[in-house]
């Protein structure tokens, strides 16, 4: 019509090879769409709009449909959120425990679904297993997608791991605040400061406990808040060394050099008694030191600590 003007009903059927049935349906379809329009110049007969004009009416429509869509959607989201809370409210004991891994994975999705304002999470131990980085970097996304904001402080024998750090640095340009302690407590995360959710030796897939009561989450909070207070920004970490030192090691040297035990040192860092053995071994070999108490000497004449 935009090609031919002039062309009536009879016209198309003809010059489409269309059975007219089918022109009037094509005809009151473009009609709903205000693509076509009654003709000014030929009373009686219909005109195509411009191109342009046809593709911005059709723009208009399509952002009318959305802009309803996310207005249902966005109800449909406070009345989940409605019947969650009364629910919380009324059946949900202060302390859930969550049995097994994939309980806890479903409420670690609900919640980066139904998080308000913040998630933080404390992460320690020897790596982030693939299947947790792989979930667990999903979840995150969406809630930042959402405008979430995430707080992550991790332990750095995590970030020792080159895939653990390779993750901790992409969730960072995805828009997690990040920092590093040399040791931490406990593991934990927090929805909006008003639910924890504590592992239960993960690593044997006991799942964990989620904690609702305003008292004991308001001291994992403060705990929290604490820790990140005494962090490493992360990415002033990952671009610092002090003579390859990590900052486990150096932390490390230094109740080392005031001549703490193996056992003592991992109990005030969060490490295993291995994990330290090997840690100091590896320094003393470094400073071609005989004793341990040697190294802290060595280490603080070299400025390490």
């Known amino acids: 019509m935009v090609d031919n003007p002039t062309w009536d009903v009879e016209d198309l059927v003809t010059g489409l090879d269309m059975p007219e049935t089918a022109v009037h349906d094509a005809l009151a379809a473009l009609a709903d769409h205000a693509m076509i329009l009654p003709s000014s110049n030929r009373p009686g007969s219909l005109r195509a709009v411009s191109p342009q004009l046809g593709l911005l009416v059709l723009l208009d429509q399509a952002e009318r449909r959305t802009v309803a869509e996310q207005a249902r959607i966005q109800a449909t989201r406070a009345s989940v959120l409605a019947r969650a809370a009364s629910r919380d409210d009324n059946e949900r004991e202060e302390i859930v425990r969550l049995k097994g891994v994939d309980e806890l994975r479903d409420r670690l999705s609900e919640h980066a679904r139904t998080a308000t304002e913040s998630v933080m999470m404390l992460t ?182």
């Open 124 to 305: 320690g131990g020897p790596a982030i297993p693939p299947q947790i980085r792989e979930s667990g970097g999903a979840l995150s996304r969406m809630a930042l997608d959402r405008g979430i904001t995430i707080r992550h402080i991790y332990q750095e024998t995590v970030l020792q791991d080159p895939a653990s750090c390779a993750y901790a640095e992409e969730m960072a340009k995805c828009g997690e605040d990040s920092r590093v302690l040399p040791g931490s407590p406990v593991r934990m995360t927090l929805v909006d400061r008003r639910i924890a959710l504590l592992p239960i030796e993960s690593h044997l897939g006991r799942g964990a406990v989620e904690i609702r009561s305003v008292r004991l989450v308001s001291a994992l909070c403060l705990l929290f808040d604490l820790l990140w207070e005494k962090g490493v920004p992360f990415s002033r970490w990952a671009g610092s060394s002090m003579d390859g030192l990590t900052k486990q090691a150096s932390a490390i040297l230094r109740l080392l050099r005031c001549g703490r035990t193996d056992e003592a040192i991992g109990r005030q860092l969060g490490l295993s008694e291995r994990t330290v053995r090997r840690t100091v071994a590896d320094i003393m070999k470094r400073l071609d030191a005989e004793s341990r108490f040697q190294a802290g000497v060595e280490a603080a004449l070299r400025g390490w600590i």
